[in-house]
């Protein structure tokens, strides 16, 4: 009971709660405070109001708060504006527009101070009954504008990295609570991007681009006095060229919002960043001698070089100098003023002198080398990399420039010799060694200490190898005796095959282990004498070639024979066949073979591979292999140049010619790739023999040839067996069933087998019909075709290979392949049974929908044609108070 008494209580409460619901009229929240001249909007919206969805709305406005209100625009009547602003509405200056059905927004294009006052917005009554308000005011303050923007013109040509000043001057008179903003942006061609915005309420906001270049303090806001601010953009490169503009805004703040009364945008100026690549020059003298272009030293001098930058912007940039010899680096002073010294890292020419690089003045930098040699010789440049910070320790290179080149020279005797080479040892055929001297004569002139080196190079003879123009180096001897390999004769150095050894002091040797033919050809050996310098390193001193020696003897190509011959005879199908295969060479080493066993059926016939073993004995089955007989072939090598192939089993398909193709391989080193030498084909071996076994005969029938669809098809197979028959239990049949789609096609597919063992394999088919294979009796098979289909319709075949039981050799036998006639199955179409359901279903839903119509129509001709009258309740006044 007492559960009772609440819900009646919540449903009483809902009920008063929806009938308190009434009409209210909301505006713009005031007080509004726009400037002359500029647009005015105000909207106005209802809620809570019943009638149509669609609302409509009257303006109305007085000059005070109680004075007489005098009409502006309305949503429906077009004679409702005064005669002070008729002519304002009709030229568009004030115009209403909806927003939506309950809501609209008067507008004023070009507000004037006579526009100050009070406006209302009221709504014509749809309601039932009189509730809630009708109409809102809002009070609209017009003030003169004021605003003021004034700019200083920038500097239409920066330096690259130098900073940038942009002032701004912005005023207006103070007579309501408004506020200011300042925004400085650049265009650059159609786009233009807002570097930073200062206000209205003392806060600063920056552009996407300036962002971080701002909070690095790449980007300076100075506020100063009677409305002047100057932005500051530090360390311009080429991307701040462009177009600058300087907007001033007066805003208000209403509701919470700040409000755009009216802006003014003046453009400073345009300013070009000059690149510090422009002015940049660099220039390297020597100290002793400032417009000469070459310097002559003698050795153990010292040599001072200077490095002279200029540049317009010269105090902003951080400078990277490095010295360069020959275009090699010597020595670098960072832009941190870190120096980093190349000179101590040895080459294949040895040290060079130890140098030094310090700052003397303003873009000045001075390069000493102590103790020259004749290494340091060379042109000598002055290479400078001017970077500009960014701010945030982030740096961009702005220009790289490169002194022209000064030369420097080191007078020096260098050491002179003679060459001469022979062959030690002559190959008289490939694979014999060979052994090459080179003897250095009548030396001069190498100082105490020096060394000799040596370096081997190969020519090709004409029509052996790839590129016979070509030198190829083999490898070298350098002044402290290490061997340094070129990659083509790198795998032949490091095992042992090529060697290059230093006999003597002023004697050399290549030897060779085995000669191939690509070594034949011309060899020179290039001697180069080392001298020890200042800071006892090599130093390469001079150097001089051999004439070329001529390495070259006659070739004889391999050649390889092989001889076949049967080792058993299958004399009777089922024995066990074996052939050998020996080989002899000519003019060939150590090698290795690969054997291919090959098999024709008659001299015209195509050649099949039963069995492949590489040289590496990886035995593989060829293509013409049954994989049910693998386990019946061997091949195996049973001697050094001798190879066996073994065959059991054999049957009456296996007759024919057998015989063996080898192929000889070579290797230069161990575990490298197999090359190929030469190749031979046996002579050929026949296995034929003779079996007196039974005959077999094949036949096909089939009691209809023609069905209706979804019927089974049956076509019997039969097979009869003449001659010295064997029994049941030794007799066996592999049956496989062909289809074509038409008759006498090339097309044919198989259906279904089986195979002696008694398993059934089915192949795909284009048709949903099924298909299944009976065996009705020894030599009879049976194929049924369930649920033909149209696509069933086509001659079908049966091919049968018969296996006997061998009363000669107790083996296996396989018959040959028996092929049966054609006949020709056909699936026929019935027109009128597929018909009679479809014309029954659409006579029946036609009835039914005709009948449905009928009844239909007579409804909607009783219930709902009735004429009822409807008197339109006027939108142009207040609904009169007292109905009900």
């Given at each position: 009971m007492k559960m009772d008494t609440c819900l009646l209580t919540l449903v009483f409460g809902v009920l008063m709660l929806g009938g308190c619901l009434a009409r209210v009229v909301t505006v713009s929240p005031g007080p509004l405070i726009r400037v002359e001249g500029q647009p005015v909007s105000i909207t106005c919206d209802v809620k809570d109001y019943s009638g149509p969805p669609e609302q409509d709305f009257e303006w109305m406005m007085s000059r005070e708060a109680t004075g007489a209100k005098k009409k502006m625009i309305s949503t429906f009547d077009t004679g409702y504006p005064d005669p002070l602003f008729s002519k304002r509405v009709a030229s568009g200056d004030i115009a209403v527009e909806r927003l939506q059905d309950d809501e609209v927004e008067l507008k004023i294009a070009e507000v004037k101070s006579t526009d100050a006052g009070f406006y209302w917005c009221q709504t014509p009554s749809t309601d039932s009954s009189f509730s809630g308000n009708y109409e809102a005011q809002v009070k609209l303050t017009v003030i003169p504008n004021t605003l003021r923007v004034s700019s200083q013109t920038p500097p239409p040509v920066v330096p690259e990295g130098s900073d940038m000043t942009l002032s701004c001057n912005i005023t207006r008179q103070l007579t309501h609570p408004t506020y200011l903003s300042v925004t400085w942006s650049v265009k650059k061609g159609t786009t233009s991007e807002e570097i930073l915005t200062f206000g209205p309420q003392g806060d600063v906001v920056t552009g996407p681009k300036y962002t971080r270049r701002f909070a690095d303090g790449g980007i300076r806001l100075v506020p100063g006095k009677d409305g002047l601010f100057e932005l500051v953009i530090s360390r311009v490169t080429s991307s701040d060229e462009g177009i600058y503009e300087c907007n001033g805004t007066e805003?208000?703040?209403?509701?919470?919002?700040?409000?755009?009364?009216?802006?003014?945008?003046?453009?400073?100026?345009?300013?070009?960043?000059?690149?510090?690549?422009?002015?940049?020059?660099?220039?390297?003298?020597?100290?002793?001698?400032?417009?000469?272009?070459?310097?002559?030293?003698?050795?153990?001098?010292?040599?001072?070089?200077?490095?002279?930058?200029?540049?317009?912007?010269?105090?902003?940039?951080?400078?990277?100098?490095?010295?360069?010899?020959?275009?090699?680096?010597?020595i670098t002073m960072e832009r941190s003023g870190v120096v980093i010294s190349n000179t101590s890292s040895s080459s294949a020419?040895?040290?060079?002198?130890?140098?030094?690089?310090?700052?003397?003045?303003?873009?000045?930098?001075?390069?000493?080398?102590?103790?020259?040699?004749?290494?340091?010789?060379?042109?000598?440049?002055?290479?400078?990399?001017?970077?500009?910070?960014?701010?945030?320790?982030?740096?961009?290179?702005?220009?790289?420039?490169?002194s022209s080149p000064l030369t420097v020279k080191v007078s020096q005797i260098k050491p002179s010799f003679k060459l001469t080479i022979e062959a030690v040892l002559s190959p008289q055929m490939t694979a014999e060694p060979t052994e090459l001297a080179c003897h250095v004569i009548d030396i001069t002139h190498l100082p105490p200490g020096g060394r000799l080196g040596v370096t081997w190079e190969h020519t090709t003879l004409?029509?052996?190898?790839?590129?016979?123009?070509?030198?190829?180096?083999?490898?070298?001897?350098?002044?402290?005796?290490?061997?340094?390999?070129?990659?083509?004769?790198?795998?032949?150095?490091k095992s042992g095959l090529l060697s290059l050894t230093r006999v003597q002091p002023n004697t050399f040797k290549l030897r060779f282990l085995r000669t191939q033919e690509i070594d034949m050809g011309q060899y020179v050996c290039t001697v180069s004498a080392w001298s020890i310098n200042s800071q006892g390193g090599l130093v390469k001193t001079a150097q001089n070639q051999s004439s070329p020696l001529t390495v070259r003897w006659d070739t004889k190509r391999p050649s390889l024979n092989v001889v076949a011959k049967v080792t058993r005879e299958a004399s009777v199908g089922g024995a066990t066949f074996e052939m050998s295969c020996t080989v002899t060479t000519h003019n060939l080493g150590e090698a290795g073979y690969s054997v291919l066993i090959q098999t024709q059926d008659n001299l015209q016939s195509n050649v099949k591979t039963i069995m492949t073993l590489s040289p590496d004995n990886v035995l593989q089955h060829g293509g013409a292999t049954d994989p049910n007989r693998r386990d019946s072939l061997v091949l195996?090598?049973?001697?050094?140049?001798?190879?066996?192939?073994?065959?059991?089993?054999?049957?009456?398909?296996?007759?024919?010619?057998?015989?063996?193709?080898?192929?000889?391989?070579?290797k230069q080193l161990p575990g490298q790739t197999w090359t190929r030498a030469t190749n031979a084909e046996s002579n050929k071996v026949k296995i034929d023999f003779q079996e007196n076994g039974p005959t077999f005969s094949i036949t096909i029938h089939s009691d209809v040839s023609s069905v209706y669809p979804w019927e089974t098809a049956k076509m019997e197979c039969s097979l009869s067996v003449s001659g010295s028959s064997p029994?049941?239990?030794?007799?066996?049949?592999?049956?496989?069933?062909?289809?074509?789609?038409?008759?006498?096609?090339?097309?044919?597919?198989q259906v279904a087998s089986l195979d002696r063992f008694g398993v059934v394999r089915k192949d795909a088919r284009n048709s949903s019909s099924d298909i299944s294979i009976e065996r009705k009796g020894t030599h009879t098979y049976m194929l049924n075709i369930h649920g033909t289909q149209d696509s069933d319709s086509g001659e079908y075949h049966c091919v049968a290979t018969p296996w006997y039981l061998s009363a000669s050799t107790g083996a296996w036998t396989q018959a040959g392949e028996l092929t049966s006639t054609r006949i020709f199955l056909t699936v026929r179409f019935a027109v009128w049974e597929s018909l009679q359901l479809p014309l029954f279903y659409g006579l029946a839903a036609s009835i039914g929908v005709g009948l449905f119509s009928l009844v239909l129509g007579l409804v909607c001709a009783h219930c709902c044609c009735r004429n009822t009258a409807h008197t339109p309740r006027s939108r142009n006044k207040l609904m009169d108070l007292e109905m009900d």
């Open positions: 805003w208000t703040h209403e509701n919470g919002k700040w409000i755009k009364i009216v802006e003014s945008t003046k453009e400073m100026g345009t300013v070009a960043v000059t690149p510090t690549g422009r002015s940049l020059s660099v220039n390297a003298s020597s100290s002793s001698s400032p417009s000469s272009t070459s310097l002559l030293l003698s050795p153990g001098n010292t040599l001072s070089l200077l490095c002279s930058i200029v540049a317009d912007n010269l105090p902003a940039l951080a400078l990277e100098v490095t010295w360069l010899a020959d275009g090699r680096e010597i020419q040895g040290k060079r002198g130890e140098a030094t690089l310090e700052r003397t003045g303003a873009g000045e930098y001075r390069l000493g080398v102590t103790g020259v040699s004749g290494e340091d010789g060379g042109a000598y440049t002055c290479r400078i990399r001017a970077f500009i910070e960014k701010g945030g320790r982030r740096w961009h290179m702005a220009a790289e420039k490169t004409p029509g052996i190898g790839d590129d016979p123009q070509t030198s190829h180096p083999i490898g070298s001897l350098d002044g402290n005796g290490n061997l340094l390999p070129e990659s083509m004769y790198s795998d032949r150095l195996t090598k049973s001697g050094a140049t001798e190879f066996r192939f073994r065959l059991a089993g054999v049957q009456l398909s296996d007759r024919g010619f057998y015989w063996c193709d080898i192929t000889a391989w070579t029994k049941t239990d030794d007799l066996a049949y592999e049956v496989r069933w062909f289809f074509t789609r038409l008759r006498g096609g090339a097309t044919t597919s």
